[in-house]
Nanobody, 119 residues
């Protein structure tokens, strides 16, 4: 059973930083991409940042230059968030596109971690 476990959320003041982590466990053949989405109250879930197995990165315009996504050992992803703004307040979800040993590919989601930025 594949699981994504997030950590690192919390309450910070505007201008401060947080680092989110997402660890994948279970019967994994490969992870082709990992990413972070967020959902603020009353809004749709949106892509924040994404990284492929080849290291290609994509960011939402609203976080470019402030957030950095990275991966290590292939099963853990990080989101370094600097210069946080109140509008970054949301529940952040880790996402991964994973192939199992039967080579079936599915999207997996973490449980979400709250990030709150006060002004």
């Amino acid at each position: 059973q594949v699981q994504l476990v997030e950590s690192g959320g919390g309450l910070v003041q505007a201008g401060e930083s947080l680092r989110l982590s997402c660890a994948v466990s279970g019967a994994i053949f490969s992870i082709s991409r990992m990413g972070w989405y967020r959902q603020a109250p009353g809004k749709q879930r949106e892509l924040v940042a994404q990284i492929t197995h080849a290291g290609e990165r994509k960011y939402a315009d609203s976080v470019k230059g402030r957030f950095t996504i990275s991966r290590d050992n292939g099963v853990t992803a990080y989101l370094q968030m600097n210069s946080l703004k109140p509008e970054d307040t949301a529940v952040y979800f880790c996402n991964a596109l994973i192939a199992d040993y039967a080579l079936q590919t599915n999207d997996y989601w973490g449980q979400g971690t709250q990030v709150t930025v006060s002004s």
